[in-house]
């Protein structure tokens, strides 16, 4: 397991079978958990399960800094399928915070739109330009009377 998870946190994203992902879900969470408290004796609880001094210091410096506000659930375990070989269930499990595809940092959301009308607001927001361009270009005559104010 500790292999494994050296894996996933020097990488982000490791495939591997299904069972395996599900035990090393529960192995890495509450390493993560502790690596929130940058202290001399979390780092020496993390470094005695991994046994990698580059994994417990990438953990500690970035991954820590990403799920500071993620108050757990740091991984995602996302099927792909069976193996060819003996039919095996492959996965990849990642941390959640580094897949741009599924956060919402890495989606914008689309601005809503309706296909009557809208909204007042926006209709009165886009008349007013309308207006303007309209009396600049149009020649008027002087002895027009005034509009009713």
């Known amino acids: 397991m500790s292999n494994m998870a050296v894996s996933l946190i020097m990488h982000k994203r490791i495939s591997t079978t299904l069972a395996k992902a599900k035990e090393l879900r529960t ?3 509450p390493l ?16 005695s399960q991994l046994q990698n001094k ?10 820590s800094q990403k799920v500071a506000n993620r108050p757990g ?7 792909t399928g ?15 915070d580094y897949n741009e595809t599924y956060t919402s940092e890495g989606t914008k959301k689309k601005a ?9 607001k926006a209709a009165a927001q886009t008349a007013e330009p309308v207006a303007e361009v ?3 270009t149009a020649p008027v005559a002087e002895t027009e009377a005034p509009a009713a104010e």
Request: proline share 0%.
């Open 82 to 96: 069976f193996r060819k070989g003996d039919n095996a269930e492959m996965c990849i499990i990642e941390f959640v």
């Open 27 to 29: 192995f890495v969470e």
């Open 32 to 47: 993560v958990t502790c690596s929130k408290h940058d202290t001399t004796h979390s780092r020496r609880m993390v470094f």
């Open 54 to 63: 580059y994994a417990v210091t990438e953990l500690f410096r970035e991954v």
């Open 134 to 136: 309209a009396k600049e």
């Open 73 to 79: 659930g740091y991984t995602r375990i996302l099927k």
């Open 112 to 120: 809503t739109r309706t296909r009557r009308g809208g909204s007042k």
